[in-house]
């Protein structure tokens, strides 16, 4: 089956630094991309949509300058979390959809634990 | 706007004994119904889908789900469940395209012996 990979899986730093993820699609081609944020025990909370060579689309409350996201590639998707601060720390995951609009469904990186000292 | 409400934030059952959960949404066209379940510190499986057609669908370890449009809900079920079922159990409603996607808050269940 589809398979997505996310890495790191868990990466801890100093407030202040940038924060790299990669979100790759490992056996299909990943027309769009999906970040989500999710806090303890809640739900996933969508940040932003990614397309293969376009900027993404941010979800309204999204700091787009804080959050960047590269999609440079129809397999890769990056979420930079810039000069993060301990109110950034969260699981982030990613998922991918591939090829056109059809029932083919999310398929869901296993996320990536983020902790801001 | 499309929305997913699932009652239950936290279900406990034992183990063998029989399984739903809980789902209603709301959208303004014709649905695009999942589950979802996430172990701890993981992503997530995709268990079943609903778009059309039957509206009793099957997915993966055993569970089904019911879609039923007078009660716009969509119902997790398992007839026994197993220790490994324990999880977050999530519950998402999106348009044909798999776009923007909307998840419930989750339900957690625990399993006991």
């Known amino acids: 089956g589809a398979v997505v990979s996310q890495h790191p899986s868990w990466v801890i730093c100093k407030s202040g630094t940038s924060v790299k993820i990669e979100c790759r699609s490992l056996d299909f081609q990943a027309t769009t991309m999906f970040w989500y944020r999710q806090f303890p025990k809640q739900s996933l909370m969508l940040m932003a949509t990614s397309n293969e060579g376009s900027k993404a689309t941010y979800e309204q409350g999204v700091e787009k300058d804080k959050f960047l996201i590269n999609h440079a590639s129809l397999t890769l998707s990056t979420l930079t979390v810039t000069s993060a601060h301990p109110e950034d720390s969260s699981f982030y995951i990613c998922?991918?959809?591939?090829?056109?609009?059809?029932?083919?469904?999310?398929?869901f990186g296993d996320g990536t634990r983020l902790s801001i000292l | 706007a499309q929305s997913v409400t699932q009652p239950d934030i936290h279900i406990t059952v034992s183990e063998g004994a029989s399984l739903e959960l809980r789902c209603n949404y709301s959208?303004?066209?014709?649905?695009?119904l999942f589950w979802y379940v996430q172990s701890p510190g993981q992503g997530l499986q995709l268990l079943l889908k609903y778009f059309s057609g039957d509206t009793l669908v099957q997915g993966i370890k055993g569970f089904e789900a019911e879609f039923k449009r007078s009660q716009s809900s969509f119902n997790l079920r398992k007839p026994s469940v197993h220790w490994s079922d324990a999880a977050e159990y999530f519950c998402?409603?999106?348009?044909?395209?798999?776009?923007?996607?909307?998840f419930g808050t989750g339900t957690r269940l625990t399993i006991i012996p």
């Open positions: 998402a409603v999106g348009p044909f395209g798999n776009e923007k996607l909307t």
């Open positions: 959208y303004g066209a014709t649905p695009y």
């Open positions: 998922s991918a959809e591939g090829g056109q609009r059809s029932n083919q469904p999310q398929h």
